[in-house]
């Protein structure tokens, strides 16, 4: 994909926007309706002629008026009406192709000129950032380009987030975005999705499922900000695990209606494939754990925290670098355990030491601005923190600190100098072929679910109960494990 030219995005450091109020309204040409309704003749707006009533008035709830006709005694005569009045001698099933002009309304926090860039850079760029599918998948970049905007048209907390989205990474870009702007987008952005949470209004649940994917990448600004939380990448391990919070109140059939459901398919992972993967220096500093000891009573915790970390080792050393690595590493905090995230809070030394080794993976993470300058602090950080008495199970983390190039982390990471990528570069177009077949939906088990009953359960059990399997235990279907889908990230991008 060609690299956008900013100079075309008309920012300029001199711009005051505060000190501009003129609201910045679009234009788009459009042919005149000649018979179109009261209401939207009065509003200046495209009337799509529908009757009895106009797609504009049925959105507006208000009542429907045709020029030469009456409203019926028993509509009501209010504006907020939810009972437009008919046209006599009009069939409800004469309907006009729907042409919508312009938006039929504006939410009151598009208000300037930054704000309406901030969306159209969303729509002509920044959305590539939120899918490994992006350029791929018609349906995904639809998704991401258009229902996205649609469901943040509605619920003003998603659209909020895309300002502070879109701030943000501009910001990163150099680009000169006011600190007060962005930060002011990012207040709004976290207030409202708190809110939205608190509400569980089913209007939103579309916009939430949406934000909860867009408030990881805002709360990951606070890495970049030398003033910020030590050891952050804890908190931010919980805003992830944020998504599972939303599955919980967005049933599967939601999830289905709202279009949204390739946003979060994850490569399966098999967990006990995995365990062979494990360095053995981690599975030691486990199976060291004695009566007496802090960890005592967690060690399962920690085996299960291992094999996820393991699924990242078997992924670079049987494929090397490619899509489902990155899509691996960014979404590894959907699946861990529930268990672990007190323990880190604690700042016990096993849970800091397996999460520096998490984060030797995130520094090969180039292309994604909001995954970068994440790992060098984070593990100077953790060494820190618990000291020279664990030093010895974090001389990868800290030999890794020292390197840029890519390459020589991987080799470090698997403890192989003689280690090299494939020779096929599998970031190119349609060179994986498991983009197209291994990403669904997946449980924090590593199996792929579907919807059954409206509940989430193991794709496995429920073909069995389709194909009436003799001896089939329907206790086995039971709840699937936790659901937590993913984010993803984009294939490539500006550097």
Partial sequence: MDRPRW???????DDNFESTNRPYHAKRPHKKSRAGCSQCKRRKVKCDEGRPTCRACRLRKETCVYPGTAVTPSSPSTPNSSSPGRSPGLSPSSDAGTVVAEPL??????????????????????????????????????????????????????????????????????????????????????????????????????????????????????????????????DWMQVWRGIGLIFEIVSPAALQESGMAVLFYRPPVDLEKATGYIPNNLLFMIASIRPGDADYGHEQTYYDMLKYLGSLYQEMREHGFNPILDLRVITFFTFIPKSFIPLAKEHRPRALVILAYYLCFTKLIREVWWMRDISDDQISQVCREIGDEWSHLLRVPQSVLKMTD????????????NWSPGELDLYEKNRDPR??????????????????????????????????????????????????????????GPS
């Fill in 406 to 417: 890519k390459v020589e982390i991987a080799q470090t990471i698997i403890n192989n100098r």
């Fill in 7 to 13: 100079g075309s995005l008309g920012i300029n450091a």
């Fill in 105 to 234: 309304f504006r939410p009151r926090q598009l208000v300037d000129a930054l704000d309406m860039k901030m969306l159209w850079f969303y729509t002509t760029w920044g959305f590539h950032y939120f899918s490994i599918q992006t350029g791929r998948s018609a349906a995904v970049d639809h998704v991401l380009q258009v229902k996205v905007v649609e469901h943040a048209f509605r619920s003003p907390f998603l659209m909020d987030c895309l300002m502070a989205v879109s701030s943000l990474h501009l910001r990163s870009m150099n680009q000169p975005i006011q600190a007060h702007r962005t930060a002011n987008y990012c207040a709004r952005a976290f207030e409202g999705y708190r809110n939205a949470i608190e509400a569980a209004n089913p209007a939103d649940y579309p916009a939430l499922i949406a934000c909860s994917l867009l408030i990881v990448v805002v709360s990951s600004q606070a890495f970049r900000d030398p003033e910020g939380k030590s050891l952050y990448i804890i």
């Fill in 435 to 492: 983009l197209d077949t291994d990403l669904k939906l997946v449980n924090n088990s590593g199996s792929e679910v579907r919807a059954y009953r409206n509940q989430w359960r193991r794709k496995a059990s429920v073909e069995s109960i389709e194909r009436g399997d003799v001896g089939f235990d329907m206790s086995s279907l039971g709840q699937s494990a936790e659901f937590s889908p993913d984010v993803a990230k984009p294939v490539s």
